[in-house]
Structure formats: C-alpha cells, structure tokens
C-alpha cells in the first residue's frame, strides 16, 4: 500500500484498539461475569477466548507493517502512535491472569514496533550524512536540513517519554550496540557535566543527532566564498538551533546548559569575525592618522579617504542588503552593533575634516553621505530583498 493509504488504516486500527480497551473489554467483561456469577473460572475462560480471537486478529496488522524494512524518518509519529496503543492494550490485559500467552504475544508486537521505531528514527542520521549538496543557501539563509532536523527533533521530544522506552527496550537486547552507546554515554559524562548523568539510550542518540548537524552545517558553510556571507550564515543556522531548543524543554534539558552556553558563545564569536571582514577596511578609511603632509592635511589624500569609503560603503550595501538575516533579534543585534562601530567613526571623521574642503559642490563630490543617511542605509541591511534594492538604485 501507498503511505498515504497505510496511514488512514493505521487510524483506524488504532481507533479500534482504543475502542477495544477503553470499552468493548471491560463490558464483554462485566457480561460474563453476570452470566456465570457463580462460576468465576468460566466468566474468565470466556472472556479470555474471545479476548484472544479477537487480539489475535489485531496483531496481525502491527506484525505485518513491521515486515517492511524501509520507512523514511517521516513515517516514526505514527509507528510511535502503533507502540503506546499496544502499550495501553498490554494494560488492558494485564488483569487477566489467565492470559499471560496472550499478553506475552501483545509485549512482542510492541516490542517488535519498537525495534521498527529505533531504525527508523536513525534515518534522521542517515538523511543528515547523506546531504551532501555542495550549492550554498542563497543569501546565508537558515538551511532546509537544519529546519527539518530542529522540527523533526522538537515533534519527536512530544513523544520523549515512549521513545525513551523503545530505545530502552532495544538496547537491552542489543548487546553490542549497548557497549557502544554505554561508551559513548561515559564520553559524553566526562566532556560534559551538565549534561544529565542518567543519561538515557534517546538522549545519548539526540546528542549524536545534534552533533552531525552541527559538523553538517559547519561543512556547508566553507561552500560560501565570501568570509563575511559564511558568518552570517553560520549565525542564522545557529540562531534557529538555539531558539528551537530553547522553545523545547524535553530538548534543553537534555543538551543541557553547557551545550547552550558554548553554542551563545559560539553565535558571538560568528559576530565578531563577521565584522572583523566586512568592517575593517572601512573603518580603516576612517582613520585619523596618516593624512597630514609636511604638517599640514593633504587634500589629495583626504578626498582618497572619503572615495574609498563611499566605494566600499557602496559595494557593502549593495551586497548585504540582499542577505537574509530572518531572525529579527539577531537582524537587530547586527545592525545595532554595526551602527555602534560605523556611525561614531564617520561622525568624528566628517566633523574635523569637512572643514578642508570648499563649500559646494566641490565638497559634495566627496561627502556623499550623512551620518543619518549611513545610519538609515544600515538599517537597511540583511532584508533578502534584491527587488527593493534594484528600485532604491534606480531612484538614486
């Protein structure tokens, strides 16, 4: 059967499941009893075969979805929806001592839903080693794979408690797998106190999860030729993971504050070295020293100055204005901070030697901007928009 098609007979199945344990046993239950009042052994017996015959026909289903080997990371939600319906139904049965065989037959289903679960939750790992698209996000934007990773990780943490048991369950019959995520366990307790000691098998996989993203979007981020676009689209990318962490409790605790704090310290350092490329130079034209020949302010150099920066102010804007920074604190952050460095260094550039030049036009030549005209240009920066950028040109 087509997904599409599977999905809507696995909602029925579990529709008929719920039925079955929240109704159908207990009344069935209550009859016999009220038929054979005095006879107990028998209410049981009859209650116990039609349980059965009837269960039976309901494992089939979950049996027979398991067989097939292949399903895509997508395909977990429902199979976790198959598990904690068996869960209950195992439940259901459990009063019932006289069906043990049938509740032990109802643990292997789970179980074996489990299995099935453990395997497809690591095709997220496999989808993750698998990109290896080498053409980079236009504009530094947050990439496709870490939005599917983050919103795949956060919908699967609303199934935590369950996922924690199926890959519980799993690795307690998995003998090397076990010694080798144990290993990775004793790994993680020694790089990484905060993170929690009773570290489960789920949480030891997540932290593997968020490690291949990260190696992932690092290698991804040495396709972009320009250093600065390579930091702001490390930014981006970091920006989304931590705010998704931080919008998932089951997720934060488990990578806990030290990997929280690295990845903040990490986001400033993609700052700094973001503005150390794209600023430098510019600021530099902005520099006091080195303008005076035999004592005096040469104009010659002067109005070098003042070309140079308008050149690569130009080329900055042009440029930036068409990546994309779609988080509006870091936006902010970013034009605050560019502002910060850029609007006191012209201001103080501009005051002391615009008296230099004659008035006129002469002087507007090489005065191109106000500092409220850089300060207004800046805020333009980091909006995507190439269509805003062609007009803006257009009407200068």
């Known amino acids: 059967m087509d997904w599409e098609s599977l999905e809507g007979e696995i909602d029925n199945w579990i529709h008929i499941v719920k039925y079955c344990t929240t109704n159908l046993f207990s009344v069935e239950r209550k009859l016999c009893n009220s038929v054979f009042p005095e006879h107990s052994l028998i209410a049981q017996k009859l209650f116990c075969d039609l349980a059965t015959s009837l269960t039976i026909r309901l494992l089939n289903f979950p049996n027979a979805i398991v067989l097939i080997k292949q399903y895509s990371a997508e395909k977990l939600f429902k199979f976790l929806d198959i598990y904690e319906t068996l869960r209950d139904l195992t439940s259901s049965l459990d009063s019932e001592l006289s069906a043990l065989d049938l509740i032990s037959e109802t643990s292997e289903t789970q179980r074996s839903v489990g299995v099935a679960a453990v395997t497809i939750f690591c095709q997220l790992e496999n989808s993750i080693k698998s990109d290896n698209g080498r053409i980079p996000v236009a504009s530094g934007a947050v990439h496709p794979l870490t939005r599917y990773t983050m919103n795949y990780l956060k919908y699967a943490c609303e199934y935590k408690d369950t996922l924690e048991r199926v890959f519980q369950q799993h690795y307690e019959t998995e003998g090397s797998t076990r010694r080798k995520v144990q290993k990775q366990e004793s790994k993680n307790a020694v790089e990484d106190n905060d993170r929690i000691p009773k570290t489960s098998h789920f949480s030891v996989k997540l932290m593997m999860v968020m490690d291949l993203l990260d190696a992932k979007i690092e290698m991804k981020s040495k396709f972009y030729r320009d250093p600065a ?168």
């Open 229 to 396: 676009l390579r930091y702001i689209f490390l930014m981006n990318n970091g920006r989304y993971i931590l705010q998704k962490i931080k919008g998932s409790t089951d997720i934060d605790e488990i990578m806990g504050p030290s990997w929280s704090g690295k990845r903040t310290s990490d986001l400033r350092q993609y700052h700094k070295n973001y503005q150390r490329e794209t600023w430098r130079k510019v600021l530099q034209c902005l520099n006091h020293e080195g303008l005076q020949t035999n004592g005096k302010v040469s104009k010659a150099i002067l109005k070098g100055r003042f070309k140079n920066f308008n050149t690569l102010f130009d080329e900055i804007h042009k440029t930036q204005s068409i990546w994309m920074v779609s988080d509006e604190q870091l936006k902010s952050e970013l034009r605050v901070s560019i502002s910060a460095v850029v609007i006191p260094a012209y201001r103080s550039f501009l005051g002391r030697f615009k008296p230099h030049f004659d008035s006129g036009k002469k002087a507007e030549k090489y005065i191109k901007y106000q500092p409220e005209d850089i300060e207004g240009l800046i805020d333009k920066l980091f909006e995507g928009n190439m269509t805003s950028m062609g007009r803006r040109r257009h009407n200068n």
